[in-house]
T-cell receptor, first 111, second 112 residues
Framework: GESVGLHLPTLSVQEGDNSIINCAYS??????FIWYKQESGKGPQFIID?????DKRQGQRVTVLLNKTVKHLSLQIAATQPGDSAVYFC??????????FGKGTHLIIQP | DAGITQSPRHKVTETGTPVTLRCHQT?????MYWYRQDPGHGLRLIHY???????DKGEVSDGYSVSRSKTEDFLLTLESATSSQTSVYFC???????????FGEGSWLTVV
């Protein structure tokens, strides 16, 4: 089955800088990935997804890059703001619910 | 927002007592899920449902049961709560057209 994992449990960035959160996956046949944001005391929120026939997808201030050669994806957040402080995790195909979740990277914003 | 309401949002209960968590959705989604989230383990699937009276076990189903007698309600029951079931529980839905799972706001359960 698929496994997905984040590279760092914690990432600290300066407000206004760009943030890059990385995720690796194991199954080269995986055809979609999803990024979630979870703020303290709340449920995970969908941010953006990408299908395997794409290398890049952009949303509002976020970009997801998919490198199928090395089975790696990243979430880039432009001009990081205090409201971006949260745990971010990736998810890929797998499991009875159709998704396998990574454990998360805690993004800390320094003023 | 996927129209999911969980209740109660916070509960403290004693070991050995039964507990039922309710998930209510207003958008007629067919697929519903219950997860628990614990430090170091991430999100783990407890039970799921593909429709009324159609439920199945996830990876951590021991000690839990579910029922879905109406499309809009998915109930999670801890028959006899244990301290290891202290956790945050999330209900979720999947829209029939996609892969993304959408989560509710969570129910914080403490078993003392």
């Amino acid at each position: 089955g698929e496994s997905v994992g984040l590279h760092l449990p914690t990432l600290s960035v300066q407000e206004g800088d760009n943030s890059i959160i990385n995720c690796a996956y194991s199954n080269s046949a995986s055809d979609y990935f999803i990024w979630y944001k979870q703020e303290s005391g709340k449920g995970p929120q969908f941010i953006i997804d990408i299908r395997s026939n794409m290398d890049k997808r952009q949303g509002q201030r976020v970009t997801v890059l998919l490198n199928k050669t090395v089975k790696h994806l990243s979430l880039q957040i432009a001009a990081t703001q205090p409201g971006d402080s949260a745990v971010y995790f990736c998810a890929g195909p797998g499991g009875a619910d159709g998704l396998t979740f990574g454990k998360g990277t805690h993004l800390i914003i320094q003023p | 927002d996927a129209g999911i309401t969980q209740s109660p949002r916070h509960k403290v209960t004693e070991t050995g007592t039964p507990v039922t968590l309710r998930c209510h959705q207003t958008e007629n989604h067919r697929y519903m899920y219950w997860y628990r989230q614990d430090p170091g383990h991430g999100l783990r699937l407890i039970h799921y449902s593909y429709g009324v009276k159609d439920t199945d076990k996830g990876e951590v189903s021991d000690g839990y049961s579910v029922s879905r007698s109406k499309t809009e309600d998915f109930l999670l029951t801890l028959e006899s709560a244990t301290s290891s079931q202290t956790s945050v529980y999330f209900c979720a839905i999947r829209r029939i057209s996609g892969n993304t799972i959408y989560f509710g706001e969570g129910s914080w359960l403490t078993v003392v």
